[in-house]
């Protein structure tokens, strides 16, 4: 895949003019873009539209996680709009993930994927909520559970439902190719550049090491966006993912 292609640009903003801003001064450098609930609230569906009337792809970062019939009829409007990519939580169980990628199966460019452990969770985090696991001799003895262990077993949950990829940190990007295939998509929010801010992001890696780990895409967002100059900042991204 070439490098441009990989990038997605989080257009993490609370209305519409300051992302048409950023998707104007990328131009053609910029071709692929996530649009997450903050931004759709604001601006609403004609944003979308928009991008992909542009030509742009969208991935559409909704971490879907109701009843299977309002994640297919939510999944069927996105495809409607024309986006590329829309996410289901993959701690939802296979029911969820599963209506949602029949409800995919109209629309031939939507993928679904199946978000595992948001990036700013830390295996404390899941200990907190409960997420554990069970010794050999007994289920009833409870574990700690590592983010890459709960990442890998909803990956294989998410793969038995028929999504397409998952949503994962660039930590666990390795471990996931080895698991899904070379088919599969994988993509990395949490990606900085070297010597730079993770933000909120407590598991995160370049851009490179995330690709060159197994990564399909890489999700970039204030690096680029609030850069004084957000084409150059992307082209930075750009060059650290070529060979």
Not at 231 to 236: I, K, Y
Request: glycine share 12%; net charge neutral.
């Amino acid at each position: 895949m070439e490098p441009t292609s990989r990038i997605i640009v989080a257009l993490d903003f609370d209305n519409r003019r300051a992302a048409d801003e950023v998707v104007d001064r990328l131009g053609e450098d910029g071709r692929f873009y996530k649009v997450g609930l903050e931004l759709l609230t604001a601006a609403g569906p004609g944003l979308i539209e928009d991008l992909v009337a542009k030509g742009k792809e969208v991935f559409l970062d909704l971490k879907l996680f109701k009843i299977p019939n309002s994640v297919a009829g939510a999944v069927r409007a996105a495809g409607a709009l024309g986006v590329s990519m829309v996410t289901v939580h993959a701690m939802g169980g296979t029911g969820i993930m599963a209506a949602a990628v029949a409800a995919a199966r109209d629309f031939p460019r939507l993928r679904i994927l199946a978000l595992t452990v948001v990036t700013s969770m830390t295996s404390s985090d899941l200990a907190d909520i409960g997420v554990t696991g069970s010794t050999a001799t007994s289920a009833a003895t409870s574990t700690s559970t590592t983010t890459e262990e709960q990442v890998l077993r909803l990956a294989r949950l998410a793969e038995g439902a028929g999504c397409h990829g998952v949503i994962a940190s660039p930590q666990e990007a390795g471990a996931l190719r080895g698991v899904l295939g070379s088919n599969a998509l994988i993509v990395t929010p949490g990606v900085a550049f070297p010597g730079g801010s993770a933000g909120e992001h407590a598991r995160s890696g370049t851009p490179g090491a995330a690709v060159a780990a197994g990564a399909s895409h890489v999700v970039v967002g204030r690096s680029v966006t609030r850069a004084v100059d957000p084409v150059a900042a992307f082209r930075l991204v750009r060059a650290d993912l070529e060979p």
